[in-house]
């Protein structure tokens, strides 16, 4: 074993405890280890110290002035007071200062109970303000953006947003504006405060200066009740509280010593939880009968369901299938597999979408691992819009001094300055590896086989090799470890009854009308799935279709039978999140669950009854999810062959002239046909059809950002056309591609099909844009 | 950008380029690059802020924090001839009240504004260092001393008449009757969300929350008056003469 | 009378902004012989021997700040700052516009004496004129091979750059004026880091003031013991004070230190006619102010810090009895609150708080309880700030509320609202 790095101590005495620190600690950060709290509204220990807010004064021996505790390190046998009356008095004054223009306004304000300002001008204040003067008017609820309301009269100026905008996220968006008294936490003039990252401020901030749009007037802190819960919304797992009052998930808050998160979560896990309340979430089992869906009881969905799938399986076990997993717990996706495979089907496969690969196998790594990583190759689409908080360590890492080399890329570069280059193949990665480079890190979006594979064996030998697949959905290493694989089983063994047809080979199979029963779990691959002309085909010619969902969604419609599921803040289970943690899904306490809603769990127990299918034990569910879940498999590679599916139609287009694009799909974290679709209160956050191309192309087409333009499937045998599609000019994305974003619930990017040639037809010029 | 102010940036663009050259680290030409812009438009626009923000790859966010920090920077419209006297503790005992009155009299306007025909703007600043010569002013950054009703009057006139020594300042637009920022801080910041800008769904239900708890806040607004009512009777237990202060600063707003 | 010529020599006889006539007068010599003939360790040296305390308000001694630079080889700056705006300051606008060659030759000199080799001048964005003046000189200068590369055929490079501000007070604090230098708003930083650690662009600078930087010609000329032998112990050579207010002959005067400061008055044409005073502000906007008993001090720094002022910038401002002192309280405490940058709360709220009720004094409404409030307000955010602007407020105003509670006293509205 490697000997333990020796810390060099201190000694302090705060407030009489005499105690050792590591040298180099800063007061407020020693005082924390004996209980004792200096206040504090600029610093936090993400962003270090800013000494703005001379609150966290603290009297220290020898040193005539009351120093601030926030940027003083601890020096061997310091003593520090901080509750002597002068560091009282300096915190007294300076608490009076901070109500002299702060308009009071606690009963209306969401952060009264909660509050930095209010709890510490109890706690330290005078109790009574000298200030007889008018205070100041400063804007009132301006609306910052899509997610924030700010009001400047309660800001107290700390500046934490603002770093967090500038350290953290890197998007310098949040500035302060104007001077000494005046001055405000604002935006450029006319630009909304808008990326991934946002509602972290409204933590962040002390007061209730900044405040999300969702919660505003929904609650007071202490009526509401809290669940410790993981979110599910993409494949990291962030830790997250959920905050629940009259049955409806009001907030999630973040949860700051969370390892997985890091302390931050994005707008989607944070903002997207309107829907579970939604008028149109799914309450009944419905059922078509001459194209209409009719409601149907829940004992009657069963029969009607495993009595489609014995039939089939009594005629030809290959002509079932089931798709499913990747956004369902693991219980669950371990559960669909036994009963599946019990039964005799061996189609099972939970790739829904572009993605082939959720597993790295043995070079998987841990999420510490980035921070780590001296350099991070990203191969296919960015963490940024799949994976925001993974995004956000690689925005560390490379502020720290680590290289991103990214291959082939569509999005653009993390705006924070560091080492970047971008290549277009394996080799040239690799040959950008900063020398003697030992510690790497590999983010692949499990799509391009080939490439992972390529990229993964010219590293050169003796690296330490940290991988992650960022998936499309929140479980897909779940799901894969729990065996919905065509060709494994639980813990990637090889199944029992032999390897199956995986997900785009059964659509080959339902278009040959060789398919009789399609079970699909969670998933909505009329809309993820890169060809949805030739899933809706498919689906069409399957004559009984199953599809468990909280709403009616472009794949539920194509359904026989449709079955109303809960979502994950309304069951419990575990999930495994892209490092192999298996982390806790739990039901949220007070959230009222529409009554006819099972989960899958229930669901799939009641279809094993009726198909007469033993149930695992459940010793046996949680020795396979613990077991198997977080393993690295030995068993294959990054980009292993064995994940190889049938390309999607419309892959094999010919060559176009000039004039054509190669169309790339590109996610956003607001995009998708379910949970954002049915939010309402997030329709301002939901992107619009866009297409972005490169500077070159777009001088040669003659568009400019902000035009209008068609996009027309380049001479393929369906003239399919998606319209009225807005112009984005990106610099740095490669030349001759069009990458227009996906998961859009009217599909305009899988309507023409995975790497199809497209041409943009038709611009129109947006008058105001131009105008602006 | 307007297609002038891309015709002036193209025109600027190597000035540019060698003023960034200047410096290790091209964000420190922010201030000379804003200058630069100013002296062509009369004003800090926003497509110069755009264009220093792209000029020095940082966000427009950064640059517009930072223009609006000091008070030579204009960000909107200004007269020709920018008067700004001082008011600094030596010129104020030597007069300066009096010429400031003189001069705000003359011009018609006061501190911060601009006079309707946009020729003139009147500020009142800090100490301009020049106190052995009180009371001063600045006329475009140009230097008057010992400053008399009667030099101002003579000023004023040759100004008027195009015949002043100091040339008048470039005006690209027509100045509104302030150019502070801060007082309108309201219109610059408000109406950003995509909703505003007409750009979402239909289904927009988002604006700002919870329609009940602007109602709330409206109502509230409303009816500041009973509160601040409530206010002053307490007030007048404590402190009486304030209570009247207060009480008569409200008749006279009403 | 005491008034000597060191740096103000020439000016108002010569066109020093030529650099011809500059040259002429003996000008660019030291530089010269500095290249040729000295080590930079000896140039540091001798600064460090004259004793010359910083000139533009702090006093720091100006050898020792440039010995706080780390013996590393990044690459170091020197920032002359001419961000003048003290209020009663007004020699470095003088300096540059009269002298600007004397000016670039000090910093010259303070650059190969630190070993930087890219120096700075940050003037002031209302010195429009001095920024003009200071580019011509510049380039003339360079034109004359004493800015660019390879000096005096030493193979040492210094390049020059002057920057222009764009109205801030505060961007005077200096590292205020590297963040504002380096484009960003002009917010003093946290310290530590002191600029002689990291400073503009994050490598170790030293920030010195035009004056401080001109003396160093002088110095060179005519050795360390010229310097240290005139002014008091801690206190030496000369300083140019800036005289204004309610004398005869307002204007800038190059002194000993330890003139005492009854001299200065004279030296300034003394009152008015008729007049008597009440009270000095000694050493610029931040300073408390002295009265008439406390005319024998000798203006030194230590003298006045030892009276509970202050030196400063070395701005005296005279103020006879017909001083309204509510109004030239307020006028200096509106002043700090309108050039405070923001960030740190006292000085922000606090400088505003008290500005306003000194406004409603101006105004004859002032209560009764605001005069304790003003004296413990002010006192209170004393101390708590992260830059010297916040704990400026207090020394004149508590001065002035001490020597004339009557005045302010008269200004608390009398009459009570009826029951």
Redesign the interface.
């Known amino acids: 074993m490697p000997d333990k790095p020796t810390v060099d101590m201190v000694s302090v005495t705060i407030d009489g405890v005499t105690f050792g620190v590591p040298k180099g600690t800063l007061v407020v950060e020693a005082a924390k280890r004996i209980q004792r709290e200096i206040p504090v509204y600029c610093y936090h220990p993400k962003m270090g110290?800013?000494?703005?807010?001379?609150?966290c004064?603290v009297e220290i021996e020898g040193m005539p002035?009351?120093q601030i505790g926030c940027?003083t390190v601890v020096t061997d046998g310091m003593v520090v007071h901080t509750q002597s009356e002068k560091a009282a008095?300096?915190r007294r004054?300076?608490l009076e200062?901070?109500l002299?223009?702060h308009p009071l306004d606690c009963p209306?304000c969401d952060k009264g109970g909660e509050c930095d300002l209010q709890d510490f001008s109890l706690a330290y204040g005078r109790g009574f303000s000298?200030?007889?003067?008018?205070k100041?008017g400063?804007?009132?609820?301006?609306?910052?953006?899509?997610t924030i309301?700010?009001d400047?009269e309660r800001c107290?100026?700390c500046?934490r947003c603002v770093r967090f905008d500038d350290l953290i996220v890197g998007?310098?968006?949040?500035?302060?504006?104007?001077?000494?008294?005046?001055?405000?936490v604002?935006?450029?003039?006319?630009?909304?405060?808008r990326h991934n990252y946002t509602g972290n401020v409204t933590e962040l901030c002390p007061v209730g200066a900044l405040t999300?749009?969702?919660?505003?007037?929904?609650s007071r802190p202490w009526d509401l009740r809290r669940t410790r819960t993981t979110c599910t919304q993409c494949a990291v797992g962030c830790g997250a509280f959920l905050d629940t009052r009259l049955g409806g998930v009001r907030r999630t808050m973040l949860v700051e010593d969370d390892p997985i998160s890091d302390g931050w979560l994005c707008d989607r896990g944070r903002y997207n939880i309107g829907f579970y309340d939604d008028l149109h979430r799914l309450t009944q089992p419905l059922y078509k009968r001459d194209g209409e869906f009719v409601q149907i009881g829940w004992d009657d969905a069963l029969a009607l369901w495993a009595r489609a799938i014995a039939d089939a399986i009594a005629a030809d076990p290959a002509s079932v299938g089931a798709l499913g997993g990747g956004r369902l717990t693991n219980e669950e996706a371990y559960l669909l597999q036994h009963i599946f495979r019990s039964a005799g089907v061996r189609n099972l496969d939970w790739r829904a979408g572009r993605q082939r690969q959720a597993t790295p196998g043995k070079r998987a790594g841990r999420l510490a691992d980035i921070d780590r990583a001296e350099a991070i190759l990203e191969i296919g689409e960015s963490p940024a819009e799949r994976a925001p908080i993974l995004e956000l360590r690689v925005r560390k890492a490379v502020r720290r001094g680590a290289r991103l080399i990214r291959v082939a890329p569509v999005q653009s570069r993390p705006?924070v300055a560091g080492s970047c280059a971008d290549v277009a193949t394996a080799g040239e990665a690799v040959a950008q590896l900063p020398p003697g480079a030992k510690r790497v890190a590999v983010i692949w979006d499990g799509v391009d086989l080939a490439l992972g594979r390529d990229l993964v064996a010219r590293l050169p030998a003796g690296i330490d090799l940290a991988a992650y697949i960022t998936g499309e959905q929140a479980n897909a290493r779940g799901a894969e470890a729990m065996g919905m694989h065509p060709s494994f089983g639980p813990g990637y063994a090889v199944p029992a009854g032999g390897a199956g047809r995986g997900f785009a080979a059964m659509l080959e199979d339902a278009r040959a009308g060789k398919m009789r029963v399609l079970s699909i779990l969670g998933a909505n691959p009329a809309l993820h799935f890169p060809d949805g002309a030739a899933v809706r085909e498919a689906l069409e010619k399957t004559p009984f279709v199953v599809v468990s969902e909280l709403f009616m969604t472009q794949t539920a419609r194509l359904a026989t039978l449709v079955l109303p599921a809960r979502g994950a803040f309304e069951k419990n289970g575990t999930t495994t999140n892209v490092a192999g943690d298996v982390l806790p899904v739990n039901a949220a306490e007070g959230l009222d669950v529409p009554d006819g809603a099972l989960s899958d769990f229930e669901m799939l127990i009641g279809l094993a009854q009726a198909l007469h299918v033993g149930l695992p034990a459940q010793d046996e569910l949680e020795t396979a999810v613990i077991s198997h879940s977080a393993r690295a498999p030995e068993g294959f590679a990054f980009g292993d062959a064995r994940f190889e599916q049938p390309a999607a139609r419309g892959g094999s287009a010919p060559e176009g002239d000039g004039n054509a694009l190669r169309l790339v799909v590109e996610s956003r974290i607001f995009a998708g046909g379910g949970t954002i679709a049915h939010d309402?209160?997030?329709?301002?956050l939901?992107p619009?059809p866009q297409v972005a191309i490169s500077p070159e192309d777009a001088a040669r087409l003659g568009v400019a950002t902000g035009d209008y333009v068609d996009i027309t499937a380049w001479a393929t045998v369906r003239q399919e056309r998606v319209i009225d599609v807005l112009v984005e000019v990106r610099t740095g994305l490669p030349q001759g591609v069009a990458a227009l974003v996906g998961g859009l619930p009217d599909d305009p990017a899988n309507a023409l099909g995975e790497r199809a040639l497209v041409s943009v037809t038709n611009v129109r010029r947006n008058v105001a844009e131009a105008a602006r | 950008m307007s297609e002038e102010f891309r015709a002036l940036l193209e025109e600027l663009r190597p000035r540019c380029v060698e003023i960034i050259a200047q410096y290790e680290d091209s964000r420190s030409a922010l201030l000379p690059l804003t200058h630069l812009f100013q002296e062509h438009q009369g004003f800090v626009s926003?497509d110069a802020?755009r264009a220093v923000a792209e000029l020095l790859a940082?966000?427009?966010?950064?640059?517009?924090?930072a223009v609006?920090?000091y008070t030579l920077f204009f960000r909107r419209p200004v007269g020709k001839y920018v008067l700004q006297v001082c008011r600094g503790l030596a010129c104020t005992i030597n007069g300066a009240e009096e010429i400031m009155a003189h001069l705000r009299e003359r011009l018609g306007i006061g501190h911060l504004e601009t006079t309707a025909d946009g020729l003139f703007s009147y500020e009142e600043v800090e100490c301009l260092a020049a106190c052995d010569r009180a009371s001063c002013m600045q006329v475009n950054l140009e230097f008057v001393y010992d400053l008399t009703p009667r030099g101002i009057d003579d000023m004023l006139a040759a100004m008027r008449g195009g015949t002043y020594a100091t040339a008048p300042m470039a005006q690209t637009q027509m100045p509104a009757r302030t150019w502070t920022?801060?007082q309108d801080?309201?219109v610059?910041?408000?109406?950003?969300?995509?909703?505003?800008?007409g750009?979402?769904?239909p289904?927009?239900?988002?604006?700002?929350?919870?329609r009940?708890?602007?109602i709330?806040?409206d109502h509230?607004v409303a009816n500041e008056r009973l509160f601040r009512g409530r206010t002053l009777e307490r007030?007048a237990n404590a402190?009486p003469t304030?209570a009247k202060i207060?009480d008569e600063?409200a008749e006279a707003a009403h | 009378m005491p008034v000597v010529k060191v740096l103000t020599e020439g000016i108002g006889e010569a066109n020093l902004r030529d650099i011809a006539i500059y040259e002429e007068r003996g000008g660019y010599v030291q530089l010269r012989r500095a290249f040729e003939e000295m080590s930079q360790r000896e140039v540091l040296d001798l600064c460090d021997a004259s004793g010359l305390r910083g000139r533009g308000g702090a006093g720091f001694p100006t050898g020792r700040k440039w010995s706080f630079l780390p013996g590393n080889d990044k690459p170091r700056y020197l920032v002359c700052n001419c961000d003048e705006a003290e209020p009663g300051t007004f020699k470095d606008h003088m300096l540059i516009e009269e002298t600007p060659h004397l000016v670039l030759e000090g910093m010259l000199l303070g650059a190969y004496g630190i070993g930087s080799h890219h120096a700075f001048i940050y003037i002031r964005g209302e010195f429009k004129r001095g920024y003009e003046i200071f580019s011509e000189t510049v380039r003339q200068a360079r034109a004359a091979g004493y800015v660019g590369k390879n000096l005096f055929g030493t193979g040492y490079d210094l390049e020059v750059t002057v920057h222009r501000g764009a109205g801030?007070y505060i961007c005077g604090e200096e590292t205020a004026l590297l963040n504002s230098l380096e484009g960003k708003?002009g917010e003093p930083r946290?310290k530590?880091p002191f600029p002689a650690v990291a400073g503009l662009y994050g490598m170790p600078t030293v920030v010195n003031n035009v004056e401080t930087l001109a003396y160093l010609v002088p110095i060179l000329k005519r050795g360390s013991q010229w310097f240290a032998s005139v002014g008091t112990e801690r206190s030496k050579g000369y300083k140019i004070v800036s005289i204004s207010g309610h004398v005869r002959k307002p204007g800038n005067y190059e002194v000993p230190l330890g003139t005492p400061v009854r001299e200065l008055l004279e030296i300034a044409g003394g009152l008015r006619p008729g007049r008597t005073l009440a009270a000095i502000q000694p050493g610029g906007g931040s300073s408390a102010c002295i009265f008439e008993e406390q005319l024998d001090l000798p203006y030194d720094y230590e003298s006045l810090a030892k009276a509970g002022s202050m030196l400063g910038s070395g701005a005296v401002v005279v103020m006879d009895d017909t001083t309204d002192f509510v109004k030239a309280a307020y006028n200096l405490v509106r002043f700090y609150?309108?050039?405070?940058?923001?960030?740190?709360?006292?000085c922000?709220?606090?400088?505003?708080?008290l500005a306003?009720?000194l406004e409603?004094f101006v105004q004859g409404r002032g209560?009764q309880?605001d005069i304790e409030?003003l004296h413990k307000?002010s006192a209170?955010?004393t101390?708590?700030?992260?830059c010297p602007l916040g704990d400026s407020i207090e020394p004149f105003l508590a001065s002035v509320l001490k020597r004339f509670p009557e005045q302010f006293e008269a200004r608390v509205l009398k009459e009570t609202v009826p029951a």
């Not at chain 1, 110290?49 to 609150?55: K, N, Y």
């Not at chain 3, 922000?348 to 708080?353: F, I, N, V």
Request: charged share 20%; proline share 4%; glycine share 8%.
């Open positions: 110290p800013a000494g703005l807010c001379r609150i004064l002035k009351l940027n008095d300096g004054a300076v200062l901070y002299v223009n209306i000298r200030s007889a003067d008018a100041i400063k804007p009132k609820a301006e609306d910052l953006g899509p309301v700010l400047e107290v100026v500046q998007e310098r968006q949040l500035v302060l504006k104007d001077r000494g008294v005046h001055n405000i604002a935006t450029a003039t006319g630009d909304a405060y999300s749009k969702t919660y505003r007037f929904k705006p309402a209160r997030l329709a301002d939901r619009l | 926003r802020m940082l966000s427009p966010a950064v640059v517009e924090s609006s920090f920022v801060e801080a309201q610059s910041c408000g109406a950003k969300s995509a909703g505003a800008q750009q979402s769904h289904n927009n239900a988002s604006g700002l929350g919870d009940s708890g602007v709330m806040l509230i007030l402190e304030l207060v600063e | 801030a708003r946290l530590p609150a309108h050039e405070s940058c923001g960030q740190c709360t006292p922000r709220e606090g400088g505003h708080w306003t009720v409603r209560l309880s409030m307000v209170e955010i101390g708590l700030n992260l």
